[in-house]
């Protein structure tokens, strides 16, 4: 590319966790501004074909998109994939194994839930759900607003749904190895996801930083709705440390909840290699 694109590769659409559909988020997108998207459900490609559609509808250019739930070090990290074939079917068949588990999870959160004087709050979460293999806590946020219990989600997390809280259940989700070998075999790069949210020790950040390396992965967000202003700057030094290229999206969810709109985020440091120059031949 030429110029330096409006670029959002981080969002949630109806296919995981988001309240709009593919089509809906690609309209907004293109109407604040984004010039180069990806939807990124989490732990599913359901939506890429619709997404491409719709990308390409409104003239904006696509990449494929994917956001991996993973275990490392006790806790989940998340590793975005971009610009993979999206029919591949050893990650179609990983991701499908990833979202095993959660409905299991999702009686037992709200068994938890029940203890602490709340009721019904699985049946209450599957209103919200519009992809049944992925029932997720956000769904239990959006039950537990609806209800009146919080005022918003960031509430709902913070008394209910994180750990140590009545309505966290641990969970195995996939390796790091898994993910990125699912990722860069299908074609596509990985990225370390808003990783100022994991709140890893130096000593873990960088086993992290190392290993997701050492399996492949090529790049990290610096510039997320996650993300301070302070945070992007740590982590566009982390990216020359590690010589991993940078990647920007709002990780938007909701236009009730998210913070940051699509597109509306500051630019990637200019001294970085922005990740869309890993994949200029992906992008459709
Ligand atoms: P799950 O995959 O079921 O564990 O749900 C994770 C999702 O919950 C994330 O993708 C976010 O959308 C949301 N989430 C996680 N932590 C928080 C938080 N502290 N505040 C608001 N939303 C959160
Ligand atoms: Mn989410
Ligand atoms: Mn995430
Ligand atoms: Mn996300």
Known sequence: MNQIPNADLH??????????????LAARARANGVTLWALTDHDEIGGQHRALAAARAQGMNYLTGTEISVSFAGKTVHIVGLGFNPDDPDMIEGLHRTRGGRSERAMEMSDGLAKAGIKGAYEGALH?????????????????????????????????LTEGKP???????????????????????????????YGFSANEEYALFTEFKAHGGRGVEVVTGSHSVQEAARYAETALEFDLAASRGSDFHSP?????????????????TPVWDLLADRIQ
């Open 11 to 24: 969002c949630h659409s109806v296919v995981s966790d988001g309240t709009l559909t593919p089509e809906e």
């Open 128 to 160: 919200f759900v519009g992809n049944p293999e992925l029932i997720s806590r956000t769904h239990f946020a959006r039950f537990l607003v609806e209800s009146g219990v919080c005022k918003d989600t960031y509430e709902v997390f913070r008394k209910y």
């Open 167 to 197: 309505g966290f259940v641990p969970h195995r989700w996939a390796s790091l190895r898994d993910a990125v070998n699912w990722i860069t075999d299908a074609g596509g790069v990985a990225v370390i996801a808003h990783p100022a949210r």
């Open 256 to 272: 009730d909840e998210s913070r940051i709109d699509l597109g509306l985020l500051p630019d990637l440091p200019a001294n970085l």
